[in-house]
C-alpha cells in the first residue's frame, strides 16, 4: 500500500494555448488543472469525480507520471516523485480502453509487463493464480481477447494492472463502456477486489453513482479546481457549494432561484412568475433579510405533498412518472420544474393542484452571486 499527497498541484498546456490563443494573455483559467491538493491514505479508495474537462483524467495522468506537472508537488510516501518515470513509481494503471494485446492469451496478456520486469516464471504464474480468481477471470486465461465480452476485457485490464501488487492503483473511467448492468456487476466486483488486496485506489469518473459507492472519500473538481472533498454522505448532505449541490443526487437537487420576502414576523421564499410562497426555515432567521435574492436548494426525496391544507400556495402537476420502485413528480413554478420524488403508490393526473410541504432540516441556500453556500 502507499500514501498519495499532492500539494499545490498545476497542469498548463502551453503549447496548446499558444495555438489556441495567439492574441490572449494567459489568465488563470488557462489551467487545465489548478492548486490541487489532497491526501490519499494508506488502503484509501479515493474517487475523483467531475464532469467532462474538469481536469479529473490530467490529474491522474500527473500522478501516474504521463503527464508532466507545471507546478506543485506529488509524493507517493515519503518519496517525492514529479521526476520518477512512471515504471518506477510502483503504480497500476486500467484505462477505459481495454488494449489488451489481440494475439496473446489472456495469461500471456496477464503476464506480458512481469516478463518485460525480468520476473520469474514461477512469481508470475503464482501472481495470475491470486488474480485471476479475485477478478473473476480464472476460466479465461486460456482465451484470446476476440473470444471476451467488453465486461470480460475490462476484467482482465484491470487485473493486469493488479497483478504485480503495486502500491497506488489508478483507474480512468474503467467502466464507461459498459452497459447499466454489466456497469453495475462491476462496481460490486472492484469494490469486493479493494478489500482483498487493501491497496490505495484512485478512481476516475464522471458518474456520480460510481463514486458514490466505490470511494471513501470523493474528490469533486470544476474547471481545474477542487469544489470539494468528503465521504459520500458528507458531499450529499452537506454540499460546499450550489456545483456540488447539483451536481450530487439522482435525480439532482432543485435549485429554485427566489427573492425573499417579510411578511409580518415570518420571511417567504417567492418565485418569479409564480404564486408559490414556502415560509424560510426559522433557523436561516438571522442570515435572511428582506428582498434577499438566494438559491434554494432541496433533493426531490426532500419535498413532500401536503395531504392536508398547508401554509403554501397550490402549484399543479406538470408531470407524474411511476418507475415501478418509486414515483417521480413534477409541478411548474413559473418557468421552472420543482421535482419530487416518493416510494408511496400514489398517482397524480397533470394539472391537478397540491400543496407542498419541503422538508426544513433538509434545504440549503446559496449565494446567486459566488455559488457558495451560505452557512447558519
Known amino acids: 500500500m502507499a500514501q498519495l499527497i499532492l500539494k499545490n498541484v498545476y497542469k ?7 495555438k489556441m490563443f495567439k492574441k490572449k494573455k494567459k489568465k488563470e483559467n488557462d489551467f ?18 467531475g464532469p467532462s474537462g474538469c481536469g479529473k483524467s490530467t490529474t491522474l495522468r500527473m500522478v501516474a507520471g504521463l503527464e508532466k506537472i507545471t507546478a506543485g508537488e506529488i509524493y507517493i510516501g515519503d518519496v517525492l516523485i514529479n521526476d520518477l518515470q512512471p515504471k518506477d513509481r510502483n503504480i497500476g494503471l486500467a484505462f477505459e480502453d481495454y488494449a489488451l494485446y489481440p494475439p496473446l ?37 486460456d482465451m484470446k481477447p476476440s473470444a471476451l465480452s467488453g465486461g470480460q476485457k ?48 484512485i478512481i476516475v469518473t464522471h458518474d456520480q453513482m460510481e463514486a458514490m459507492s466505490l470511494a471513501d472519500r470523493i474528490v469533486i473538481m470544476k474547471e481545474g479546481e477542487i469544489q470539494q472533498i468528503g465521504t459520500p454522505l458528507e458531499v450529499y448532505d452537506d454540499p460546499a457549494n450550489e456545483f456540488v449541490a447539483g451536481f450530487i443526487g439522482e435525480p439532482p437537487m432543485n435549485l429554485m432561484p427566489s427573492v425573499i420576502e417579510k411578511q409580518g414576523d415570518k420571511y417567504m421564499f417567492t418565485f418569479e412568475g409564480s404564486e408559490l ?48 420502485d ?35 432540516e433538509r434545504t440549503h441556500l446559496f449565494d446567486p452571486e459566488t455559488g457558495g453556500r451560505i452557512k447558519v
Do not use: W
Not at 498548463?12 to 499558444?18: E, L, N, P, S, W
Not at 442570515?287 to 403554501?312: N, Q, T, W, Y
Not at 409541478?331 to 400543496?355: A, F, K
Open 32 to 49: 487545465a488543472v489548478k492548486d490541487v491538493s489532497y491526501e490519499c491514505q494508506d488502503g484509501e479508495f479515493i474517487g475523483i469525480l
Open 105 to 141: 492469451s489472456i495469461y500471456e496478456n496477464l503476464a506480458f509487463n512481469m516478463r518485460a520486469k525480468k520476473k520469474k516464471e514461477d512469481e508470475i504464474k503464482k501472481a495470475i493464480e491470486y488474480v485471476a480468481p479475485l477478478m473473476k477471470i480464472d476460466d479465461l486465461l
Open 277 to 324: 410562497q414556502v415560509e424560510v426555515p426559522k433557523r436561516y432567521n438571522k442570515v435572511v433579510k428582506d428582498k434577499m435574492k438566494v438559491i434554494l436548494g432541496v433533493r426531490p426525496v426532500d419535498v413532500l405533498i401536503a395531504e392536508e391544507e398547508v401554509s403554501s400556495t397550490p402549484v399543479p402537476v406538470a408531470v407524474y412518472e411511476n418507475l415501478g
Open 326 to 360: 418509486e414515483r417521480r413528480i413534477s409541478v411548474r413554478v413559473g418557468e421552472m420544474l420543482l421535482s419530487m420524488t416518493t416510494p408511496e403508490d400514489v398517482y397524480y393526473e397533470t394539472g391537478q393542484n397540491v400543496q407542498l410541504v419541503f422538508h426544513e
Open 154 to 201: 475490462q476484467r482482465v485490464n484491470i487485473a493486469r494492472a493488479i497483478v504485480r501488487r503495486p502500491g497506488l492503483l489508478l483507474l480512468d473511467e474503467p467502466l464507461s463502456h459498459l452497459d447499466g448492468k454489466m456497469r453495475q456487476q462491476l462496481r460490486q466486483e472492484i469494490k469486493r477486489m479493494h478489500h482483498e488486496i487493501k491497496c490505495t485506489t
Open 12 to 18: 498548463r498546456y502551453d503549447g496548446q494555448k499558444k
